[in-house]
């Protein structure tokens, strides 16, 4: 646009009169918050609109160019810019046009840092609306996208929302599935006028609630019991719904939102507050749909699923709360991750749906829940939000525009209240993630906190209290407790012989005695945890195993080391020492730690173990066990339990190296390096000496005790196919165990009855 003198008079009179600053003067913008919207945009390309005092609004195109939307593009977390867009090609908006004359040089972190006309001072039209498109590449500092709940001007918002039950059956029910919709707005709750209410508001909300669907109501019944208390005297329903402050006036959404904050929502009426907010309305009424994992397990009648059916083609990994972690499908038999290129909350929605949780909180990048293996699956996954599965989402197949493991989508779904958490806690730590576990039980019809008797007390246990409590992961689990004091009056065992499948929401869902046993009695042995937010995944390469295997025929007279540490099957013990040979299958192995944590060992250096054949300290007696079996499972030939020291062989440039055996060195596995055992050291093969020729299954598990947390322990288990001809031997098809496994939530106690052939 181009000034005539007697227009640019006219409009700095003009602007003199109602108090603004003349447009030659660019004013800086305050803290802005930006989206990219249009019909059919992606992600990362739309019309640019500016949220001011609590309205959308658009861009002008006059002098918006590349370094303009570079600018923007990195404020709303994308690397750069590629284009921009003038003539509204994303669409004309609607409401204000809040900026005009952008002028950026390139360089500011945000929209707000650069200059303009001022707040709605523009004499554009929305056909002239710009429109951005960023590169899709997430940049490294922007590491999720989460749901917002601002509302309105002066920082007010939508801060959550609760079902109020009114029926008596709706009460009792655990969680809450159906009742009236209560939302706090500006620290106060208000009621939700069901006028105009549709079946979409109800979806996002019990999405907020961790309910993937809704149901109809019935709202006669609602309406009969709404006027009886309407009319009661005793109740003051009748003043309160007068009051425009128990209300919010007006909700519209689409369906797709994470947060009934991004839907259109009117909390007052707009003719003013002398107009009744819900005039012959009443309260909003929602039923929701729980998940399989939070419904109560009734069995029922009715055509039993196909198997094609019961097989989830999606997971989370590696989360340390339940519904969360990083994204992985199954296709082509085979599991995968998804690239975090183009990804969502929208496609992050549909996900956590799909596993029976409600809408995505947070869509997170950058592999932040640790690094996946094999396949990358998808890219630039493209949901709608609408959809049932993420397969029925556009998507590119493969890895296309160079993802690797460094960009595995991650997610945190929304999940119901259960209860669980106020029913467990922790006394005497020195930190709150520490101390006894006290528990809430009911004891002869009464409820009741006490301790957990420490028989049988392991890390899945333990890892089961964490998670209930919502501290992570757990880091140990102590069965001598003396040193920390419970809480007074809740020193008595209430609760013994705990055995968890490690999939439970809550203690109180695992295994226990009926009548209360304890061996060892209620004080010191009372049950302890240890909590933490982040833990190590370590996983075997496979392709390294299958690569490096050959056979090799050993002299007794250099064996004597590993017969001393047991690395021999237990017929060397009757030759005739040191005449003869052992025929070993021996491989190289490298465990990566993929996880958020390093590897440590259990215990402190006080309590390692000198081996003077090898000169080192073991630090882990149990550290890997190498097995062959037959095809049905049965062992032919027990790989012995190897104890090694750990040390970072390996590190990527960059990453210095912290852990070495040598000196008495810190033993550990680094965050992103690996522990490599090569082929020629003793104890790094399998006795294959009594096998005869055949097919076989060639299996490593790493930390087969489970001594050391670590926050995914379906990837610790590898096999291969083996073929032996009495000469030769080949391997094949490695892989690590939940490579090609269709059940996503097979139990730590179920992986375990598998490695030890007892299913």
Same mark, same amino acid.
């Not at 929208?346 to 996900?351: I, R, T, W, Y």
């Given at each position: 646009?181009?000034?005539?003198?007697?227009?640019?008079?006219?409009?700095?009179?003009?602007?003199?009169?109602?108090?603004?600053?003349?447009?030659?003067?660019?004013?800086?913008?305050?803290?802005?918050?930006?989206?990219?919207?249009?019909?059919?945009?992606?992600?990362?390309?739309?019309?640019?609109?500016?949220?001011?005092?609590?309205?959308?609004?658009?861009?002008?195109?006059?002098?918006?160019?590349?370094?303009?939307?570079?600018?923007?593009?990195?404020?709303?977390?994308?690397?750069?810019?590629?284009?921009?867009?003038?003539?509204?090609?994303?669409?004309?908006?609607?409401?204000?046009?809040?900026?005009?004359?952008?002028?950026?040089?390139?360089?500011?972190?945000?929209?707000?840092?650069?200059?303009?006309?001022?707040?709605?001072?523009?004499?554009?039209?929305?056909?002239?609306?710009?429109?951005?498109?960023?590169?899709?590449?997430?940049?490294?500092?922007?590491?999720?996208?989460?749901?917002?709940?601002?509302?309105?001007?002066?920082?007010?918002?939508?801060?959550?929302?609760?079902?109020?039950?009114?029926?008596?059956?709706?009460?009792?029910?655990?969680?809450?599935?159906?009742?009236?919709?209560?939302?706090?707005?500006?620290?106060?709750?208000?009621?939700?006028?069901?006028?105009?209410?549709?079946?979409?508001?109800?979806?996002?909300?019990?999405?907020?609630?961790?309910?993937?669907?809704?149901?109809?109501?019935?709202?006669?019944?609602?309406?009969?019991?709404?006027?009886?208390?309407?009319?009661?005297?005793?109740?003051?329903?009748?003043?309160?719904?007068?009051?425009?402050?128990?209300?919010?006036?007006?909700?519209?959404?689409?369906?797709?939102?994470?947060?009934?904050?991004?839907?259109?929502?009117?909390?007052?009426?707009?003719?003013?507050?002398?107009?009744?907010?819900?005039?012959?309305?009443?309260?909003?009424?929602?039923?929701?749909?729980?998940?399989?994992?939070?419904?109560?397990?009734?069995?029922?009648?009715?055509?039993?699923?196909?198997?094609?059916?019961?097989?989830?083609? #999606? $997971? %989370?990994?590696? +989360?340390?709360?339940?519904? !969360? /972690?990083? =994204? &992985? @499908?199954?296709?082509?038999?085979?599991?995968?991750?998804?690239?975090?290129?183009?990804?969502?909350?929208?496609?992050?929605?549909?996900?956590?749906?799909?596993?029976?949780?409600?809408?995505?909180?947070?869509?997170?990048?950058?592999?932040?829940?640790?690094?996946?293996?094999?396949?990358?699956?998808?890219?630039?996954?493209?949901?709608?939000?609408?959809?049932?599965?993420?397969?029925?989402?556009?998507?590119?197949?493969?890895?296309?525009?160079?993802?690797?493991?460094?960009?595995?989508?991650?997610?945190?779904?929304?999940?119901?209240?259960?209860?669980?958490?106020?029913? #467990? $806690? %922790?006394?005497? +730590?020195?930190?709150?993630? !520490? /101390?006894? =576990? &006290? @528990?809430?039980?009911?004891?002869?019809?009464?409820?009741?906190?006490?301790?957990?008797?420490?028989?049988?007390?392991?890390?899945?246990?333990?890892?089961?209290?964490?998670?209930?409590?919502?501290?992570?992961?757990?880091?140990?689990?102590?069965?001598?407790?003396?040193?920390?004091?419970?809480?007074?009056?809740?020193?008595?065992?209430?609760?013994?012989?705990?055995?968890?499948?490690?999939?439970?929401?809550?203690?109180?869902?695992?295994?226990?005695?009926?009548?209360?046993?304890?061996?060892?009695?209620?004080?010191?042995?009372?049950?302890?945890?240890?909590?933490?937010?982040?833990?190590?995944?370590?996983?075997?390469?496979?392709?390294?195993?299958?690569?490096?295997?050959?056979?090799?025929?050993?002299?007794?007279?250099?064996?004597?080391?590993?017969?001393?540490?047991?690395?021999?099957?237990?017929?060397?013990?009757?030759?005739?020492?040191?005449?003869?040979?052992?025929?070993?299958?021996?491989?190289?192995?490298?465990?990566?730690?993929?996880?958020?944590?390093?590897?440590?060992?259990?215990?402190?250096?006080?309590?390692?173990?000198?081996?003077?054949?090898?000169?080192?300290?073991?630090?882990?007696?149990?550290?890997?066990?190498?097995?062959?079996?037959?095809?049905?499972?049965?062992?032919?030939?027990?790989?012995?339990?190897?104890?090694?020291?750990?040390?970072?062989?390996?590190?990527?440039?960059?990453?210095?190296?912290?852990?070495?055996?040598?000196?008495?060195?810190?033993?550990?596995?680094?965050?992103?390096?690996?522990?490599?055992?090569?082929?020629?050291?003793?104890?790094?093969?399998?006795?294959?000496?009594?096998?005869?020729?055949?097919?076989?299954?060639?299996?490593?598990?790493?930390?087969?005790?489970?001594?050391?947390?670590?926050?995914?322990?379906?990837?610790?288990?590898?096999?291969?196919?083996?073929?032996?001809?009495?000469?030769?031997?080949?391997?094949?098809?490695?892989?690590?165990?939940?490579?090609?496994?269709?059940?996503?939530?097979?139990?730590?106690?179920?992986?375990?009855?598998?490695?030890?052939?007892?299913?």
């Amino acid at each position: 646009m181009t000034w005539s003198p007697p227009a640019t008079l006219s409009v700095l009179l003009l602007l003199l009169l109602l108090g603004q600053a003349p447009p030659g003067r660019l004013q800086s913008l305050g803290t802005t918050k930006l989206r990219l919207v249009g019909a059919g945009s992606r992600p990362e390309e739309g019309r640019l609109e500016v949220l001011h005092q609590g309205q959308w609004g658009t861009v002008c195109d006059d002098s918006f160019a590349l370094q303009e939307a570079t600018v923007a593009c990195r404020q709303l977390g994308f690397e750069a810019a590629l284009t921009w867009a003038h003539s509204a090609k994303y669409g004309p908006g609607e409401g204000p046009i809040w900026l005009d004359n952008v002028h950026c040089v390139g360089t500011e972190s945000s929209l707000d840092q650069c200059q303009s006309n001022g707040w709605g001072v523009s004499d554009c039209s929305h056909s002239e609306d710009v429109g951005v498109v960023c590169h899709p590449q997430r940049h490294r500092g922007y590491l999720s996208e989460r749901v917002s709940n601002a509302l309105g001007p002066q920082g007010r918002r939508l801060e959550e929302v609760r079902l109020k039950p009114i029926l008596a059956r709706a009460k009792r029910r655990s969680p809450v599935t159906e009742g009236a919709v209560e939302v706090r707005y500006d620290g106060h709750w208000r009621q939700v006028c069901d006028q105009g209410w549709t079946r979409n508001n109800s979806k996002v909300v019990c999405g907020m609630l961790g309910f993937p669907s809704e149901t109809p109501v019935e709202d006669q019944y609602y309406r009969k019991i709404w006027n009886f208390k309407m009319k009661d005297p005793k109740l003051r329903l009748r003043s309160l719904t007068e009051k425009n402050s128990f209300w919010i006036h007006r909700v519209n959404c689409l369906g797709t939102e994470p947060h009934v904050a991004n839907c259109q929502v009117q909390v007052a009426p707009a003719r003013g507050k002398r107009q009744p907010a819900c005039l012959g309305g009443m309260h909003a009424v929602v039923s929701c749909v729980a998940g399989p994992r939070f419904r109560p397990q009734k069995a029922k009648p009715g055509r039993k699923k196909s198997r094609a059916e019961q097989e989830p083609k #999606v $997971r %989370l990994r590696s +989360g340390a709360q339940v519904g !969360e /972690g990083r =994204v &992985e @499908v199954l296709m082509n038999n085979q599991w995968g991750t998804v690239c975090d290129h183009g990804w969502n909350l929208l496609s992050a929605s549909v996900l956590c749906r799909q596993l029976g949780f409600g809408s995505a909180r947070e869509a997170l990048f950058g592999a932040q829940m640790g690094q996946g293996l094999g396949p990358i699956h998808l890219t630039e996954v493209r949901c709608k939000g609408h959809e049932r599965t993420l397969s029925e989402c556009p998507a590119l197949r493969g890895s296309q525009n160079g993802c690797q493991h460094e960009n595995d989508a991650a997610v945190r779904c929304n999940v119901p209240n259960m209860g669980f958490q106020s029913q #467990v $806690r %922790l006394a005497g +730590g020195r930190t709150p993630e !520490e /101390g006894v =576990v &006290e @528990v809430q039980v009911e004891v002869n019809g009464v409820q009741r906190w006490g301790a957990v008797c420490s028989d049988h007390w392991g890390l899945t246990e333990a890892m089961v209290t964490c998670r209930q409590l919502g501290l992570g992961f757990a880091n140990h689990a102590i069965k001598d407790t003396w040193y920390w004091q419970g809480t007074a009056g809740a020193g008595e065992v209430v609760m013994s012989g705990v055995r968890c499948a490690g999939t439970e929401l809550a203690l109180q869902q695992c295994q226990r005695h009926g009548p209360v046993h304890c061996s060892r009695g209620p004080g010191r042995f009372s049950a302890g945890v240890s909590c933490t937010d982040s833990a190590p995944d370590l996983v075997m390469n496979a392709q390294l195993v299958q690569e490096t295997a050959y056979l090799e025929d050993r002299p007794l007279s250099q064996l004597y080391c590993a017969h001393e540490e047991n690395c021999l099957s237990r017929s060397a013990d009757h030759m005739d020492w040191p005449y003869g040979y052992r025929r070993l299958l021996r491989f190289s192995s490298q465990i990566y730690n993929l996880g958020r944590a390093d590897f440590r060992p259990k215990t402190g250096r006080h309590s390692w173990i000198w081996h003077q054949c090898h000169q080192h300290y073991h630090s882990i007696e149990v550290f890997t066990h190498y097995d062959l079996l037959t095809l049905n499972g049965s062992k032919v030939a027990e790989g012995h339990k190897a104890s090694f020291c750990l040390e970072d062989t390996n590190c990527p440039t960059g990453l210095q190296r912290r852990y070495a055996c040598a000196n008495f060195g810190e033993q550990g596995v680094t965050v992103g390096c690996w522990d490599t055992y090569r082929h020629d050291i003793d104890c790094q093969w399998v006795d294959i000496t009594d096998v005869g020729p055949g097919d076989y299954i060639f299996q490593v598990v790493v930390n087969p005790k489970y001594e050391v947390a670590e926050s995914d322990f379906s990837n610790n288990m590898m096999q291969c196919r083996c073929k032996y001809d009495g000469h030769r031997v080949w391997l094949h098809n490695c892989h690590t165990g939940d490579s090609y496994r269709a059940n996503a939530e097979l139990s730590l106690e179920q992986e375990q009855r598998l490695r030890n052939n007892l299913i």
